[in-house]
T-cell receptor
Framework: AQRVTQPEKLLSVFKGAPVELKCNYS??????LFWYVQYSRQRLQLLLRHISRESIKGFTADLNKGETSFHLKKPFAQEEDSAMYYC???????????FGQGTELSVKP | KAGVTQTPRYLIKTRGQQVTLSCSPI?????VSWYQQTPGQGLQFLFEYFSETQRNKGNFPGRFSGRQFSNSRSEMNVSTLELGDSALYLC????????????FGSGTRLTVV
């Protein structure tokens, strides 16, 4: 079965430190991977898609098919990055996203 | 442009009742998906509609149903409510539902007492 695993429920770092939020998936085909972010009292919003290979708000993520991972990285964390981050997988047409349990990122001053 | 609008924002129902939630997608978006979010189970896919047809369905009992109208607005219905149905129900829309860049609504918080 398709699954997305985010091993860390909470990740706490200091401002300016590097951040890596881990995401592993299980799917034998070619999935599409996403990172969504939910800031306090705001709606869930798309942060990154692996096919676009872009950097948003300083975050990047590389799909590693060999390790079935899609870790989210940022070299220097900012306090405004504090939020819930969800990794998600889509493997067919039809709008079904499989989400990980989420990682709460807390960036301390 | 207006975002995804979900109504109502909050709802309190009694066990055994039924409830209908509404979602208005972004103008021009034809795909609407529904998700249930709970602290224990996280975000779980309920179903997706595209051009008034259910195209994909998650692993939820038949008490959960939905539909989509010709203007792409969607409703989901939960019959015979159980305490465990208490959750935040999220709706998301996209142009076609392929390779989604889905836009999510703020959700409807359903509490079953």
């Amino acid at each position: 079965a398709q699954r997305v695993t985010q091993p860390e429920k909470l990740l706490s770092v200091f401002k300016g430190a590097p951040v890596e939020l881990k995401c592993n998936y299980s799917y034998s085909g070619s999935p599409e991977l996403f990172w969504y972010v939910q800031y306090s009292r705001q709606r869930l919003q798309l942060l990154l898609r692996h096919i676009s290979r872009e950097s948003i708000k300083g975050f990047t993520a590389d799909l590693n098919k060999g390790e079935t991972s899609f870790h989210l990285k940022k070299p220097f964390a900012q306090e405004e990055d504090s939020a819930m981050y969800y990794c998600a997988l889509s493997y067919n047409q039809g709008g079904k996203l499989i989400f990980g349990q989420g990682t709460e990122l807390s960036v301390k001053p | 442009k207006a975002g995804v609008t979900q109504t109502p924002r909050y709802l309190i129902k009694t066990r055994g009742q039924q409830v209908t939630l509404s979602c208005s997608p972004i103008s021009g978006h034809r795909s609407v998906s529904w998700y249930q979010q709970t602290p224990g189970q996280g975000l779980q896919f309920l179903f997706e509609y595209f051009s008034e047809t259910q195209r994909n369905k998650g692993n939820f009992p038949g008490r959960f149903s939905g539909r989509q109208f010709s203007n792409s607005r969607s409703e989901m219905n939960v019959s015979t409510l159980e305490l465990g149905d208490s959750a935040l129900y999220l709706c998301a829309s996209s142009l076609a539902g392929t390779g989604p860049g889905y836009t999510f609504g703020s959700g409807t918080r359903l509490t079953v007492v």
